[in-house]
């Protein structure tokens, strides 16, 4: 797939998730045809599962925290870590963060995070590295929504998080319960109650937790 901007803009629709209506991004719904769609048939065409096409529980609940909390951003360097759709570096620089880095490894994700990002009219940038294997740096905040659907994504994301809150960073976490969820080294910041679908959930709604790496 050459144009992953294209392939955004031809299976998605402009809509506000429900959590954070004032932020507005290019979703999948039930009238586009990537969420009729099977992985089999994405993978056919090239295309990873479209996680970035959906605004996630976890990923609503932290740009809800930072809208309303802007003072844990505002003139800050923020990285949105595992970003998907890029919600949670949009809302950073929507209550006032100097610079946000939305990284997703997927190159669909950072397509569908710079259209929305202009979008919503801010500057973010996007990076496809994978941070896991390198040092976390010098972040003021990082943020990550849902990063915890799977085991092996989550002892990775959880180490990496961990490291760069030794290394100084605020590091902020929201997680709708998920499976692999860490018991420990979490402080509870938040609580958002995120309605849902019956298509990517199993139930109405998720309630989500956002919390401080310990």
């Known amino acids: 797939m050459s144009d992953p901007a294209g392939f955004v803009r031809a299976n998605t629709i402009v809509t506000a998730p429900s959590l954070v209506p004032e932020i507005r991004l290019h979703l999948a719904s039930e009238i586009t045809p990537i969420w009729q769609a099977t992985e089999a048939t994405l ?27 802007p003072s844990v951003v505002k003139g800050k360097r923020v990285l949105d870590f595992a970003a998907g759709c890029g919600i949670g570096a949009i809302a950073a620089m929507r209550a006032g963060a100097r610079e946000a880095v939305s990284n997703d490894i997927d190159v669909f994700a950072a397509a569908a995070c710079a259209l929305n990002a202009a979008l919503n009219g801010v500057r973010v940038q996007c990076s496809t590295d994978d941070l896991t294997v390198i040092d976390p740096g010098s972040w003021d905040v990082v943020i990550a929504g849902d990063v915890c659907y799977e085991r092996a994504m989550a002892d990775r994301a959880f180490a990496w998080l961990q490291r760069a809150a030794k290394s100084g960073a605020l590091v902020l976490i929201a997680d709708p319960g998920r ?36």
């Open 179 to 214: 499976n692999y969820t860490p018991k420990d080294g979490l402080i509870e910041l938040a609580r958002y109650d995120v309605p849902t679908t019956r298509e990517l959930e199993d139930r109405d709604m998720r309630q989500c937790v956002v919390a401080r790496v310990a």
């Open 43 to 69: 993978r056919t065409s090239g295309v990873p599962p479209p996680y970035w096409a959906f605004a996630w529980p976890g990923g609503q609940a932290l740009a809800r925290y930072l809208v309303d909390q």
